[in-house]
T-cell receptor
Framework: EAGVAQSPRYKIIEKRQSVAFWCNPISGHATLYWYQQILGQGPKLLIQFQNNGVVDDSQLPKDRFSAERLKGVDSTLKIQPAKLEDSAVYLC???????????????FGSGTRLTVV | EDKVVQSPLSLVVHEGDTVTLNCSYEVTNFRSLLWYKQEKKAPTFLFMLTSSGIEKKSGRLSSILDKKELFSILNITATQTGDSAVYLCAASSGNTGKLIFGQGTTLQVKP
């Protein structure tokens, strides 16, 4: 079974620039999550999709972050404009059905390491 | 506010030692407790616990959940240098499958 694919692996941008990350979940997984992991901290959920609908985006800084999952498969996360404090690893994860079976089949991608200078 | 707290934050041991990592949680509509190992990349799944008092084992690793006292422990026996990593604890909340993570425990095993 192919895992969760993310790209790019690394990105360095200047503050106020924009950046986009891509995630392709495991085939058949209905639920997709984006997490932000700042160095030395645990991952923090930014947004959760169930198919192509948003389930939870309560911790997404909506003034600068946006995400979409138009066809219920792959997803993009965008930051515009970036700030220094956005430097972090952005992890995508997917699960079979987060609503019916929380935690089951929860698989993370390798992440995108973003450095804002 | 939902929270998960891990202790200790870091730990240095020698090969062959036994370690116990702690995780306490306060999460509304708690569903399950998960442990992950993270080595410079994606967290990899170790255990998922849903029932209190039932130990789960995988080789030298074991874990148990206490839903009354709201905590879990992860034990690693006969530690090896390959066990060096950050160990993350997460609690799933409500019906959405959202995982709330602790800060992680950084374990370093010296030869």
């Amino acid at each position: 079974e192919a895992g969760v694919a993310q790209s790019p692996r690394y990105k360095i941008i200047e503050k106020r620039q924009s950046v986009a990350f891509w995630c392709n979940p495991i085939s058949g997984h209905a639920t997709l999550y984006w997490y932000q992991q700042i160095l030395g901290q645990g991952p923090k959920l930014l947004i959760q999709f169930q198919n192509n609908g948003v389930v939870d985006d309560s911790q997404l800084p909506k003034d600068r972050f946006s995400a979409e999952r138009l066809k219920g498969v792959d997803s993009t996360l965008k930051i515009q404009p970036a700030k220094l404090e956005d430097s972090a690893v952005y992890l995508c994860a997917s699960s079979l059905d987060g609503r019916r079976a929380p935690g089951y089949g929860y698989t993370f991608g390798s992440g995108t390491r973003l450095t804002v200078v | 506010e939902d929270k998960v707290v891990q202790s200790p934050l870091s730990l240095v041991v020698h090969e062959g030692d036994t370690v116990t990592l702690n995780c306490s949680y306060e999460v509304t509509n708690f569903r399950s407790l998960l442990w992950y190992k993270q080595e410079k990349k994606a967290p990899t799944f170790l255990f998922m616990l849903t029932s209190s008092g039932i130990e789960k084992k995988s080789g030298r690793l074991s874990s148990i959940l206490d839903k009354k006292e709201l905590f879990s422990i992860l034990n690693i026996t006969a530690t090896q240098t390959g066990d060096s990593a950050v160990y993350l604890c997460a609690a799933s909340s409500g019906n959405t499958g959202k995982l709330i993570f602790g800060q992680g425990t950084t374990l370093q095993v010296k030869p």
